[in-house]
């Protein structure tokens, strides 16, 4: 084992109203950074680009049902009429290996995971420029009905009554701008006191260890 192999591990929530490129920024983060993205279980349909197990894990409500009854979630939750749940075994395994971990969950996910691990949540925020242009991405992203994509816009002012709850709001404008600013979160966050704190001792220890120079 190494020194940085004492680190522990750090999940990261990323939430917005739909729409606003909480997706695009964090498969982003995932490309760059050796992080773990937790896959959610729901019982939404597959969008036509979307990857069984890589997306999601899309399962019927029955499976779903069984699921919160084996207390298989860490968390789940009812968003825009289907169902969406946290593996509670994805979680435990990046805090046993020391992975961060990266959760793309609405504030009820966010909440309960900032409940059960407070020392390792950080809760970031994604914000539209405007709400026009909340609109814009979701038709052109052309990926829900259009009853889907009203229910979605109706649950935008919802959702962002929540951002009081977040650790860090990014707006996101400019995709590249945005992204540097979520990219120094993440850095920043793995830089804490308490996240290095094990390693910080440890070096301590060894540095407490070591024979005293002899004085000429
Ligand atoms: P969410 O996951 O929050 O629902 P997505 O990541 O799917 O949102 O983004 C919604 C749409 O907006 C996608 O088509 C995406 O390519 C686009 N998009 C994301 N960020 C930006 C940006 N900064 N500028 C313009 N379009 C963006
Ligand atoms: P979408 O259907 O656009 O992929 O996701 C809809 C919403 O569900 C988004 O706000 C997304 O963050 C949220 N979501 C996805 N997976 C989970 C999950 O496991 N738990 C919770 N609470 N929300 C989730």
């Not at 207390?71 to 979680?91: C, D, K, L, M, P």
């Not at 435990?92 to 959760?103: E, I, W």
């Not at 860090?168 to 992204?179: A, G, I, R």
Request: net charge neutral; proline share 3%.
């Amino acid at each position: 084992m190494t020194l940085s192999d004492r680190s522990c591990g750090l999940l990261l929530v990323i939430s917005s109203p739909s729409g606003a490129g909480k997706t695009t920024l964090a498969r982003r983060l995932a490309g760059e950074f050796a992080l773990r993205f937790s896959v959610s279980y729901t019982t939404r349909e597959a969008r036509k680009d979307e990857v069984q197990g890589k997306d999601y894990h899309f399962v019927s409500r029955s499976r779903f049902a069984q699921m919160v009854e084996g207390r298989e979630f860490a968390e789940w939750a009812v968003v825009h009429g289907n169902q969406y749940g946290t593996s509670i075994a994805t979680v435990n395994t990046s805090l046993a290996d020391g992975v961060d971990c990266l959760f793309d969950v609405d504030y009820q996910g966010g909440r309960q995971l900032r409940r059960l691990w407070p020392a390792q949540t950080v809760l970031c925020f994604i914000l539209p420029p405007s709400m026009e242009e909340l609109e814009r991405r979701l038709r052109q992203r052309a990926t829900d009905a259009s009853d889907a994509i009203e229910r979605r816009l109706a649950m935008a002012h919802e959702e962002l009554t929540h951002y009081g709850e977040y650790d860090y709001l990014v707006v996101n404008d400019n995709l590249d701008q945005s992204y540097a600013k979520l990219r120094a979160i993440y850095v920043a966050a793995g830089c804490t006191r308490v996240r290095n704190d094990a390693l910080a001792q440890a070096l301590l220890r060894e540095a407490g260890s070591r024979t005293p120079l002899q004085k000429p």
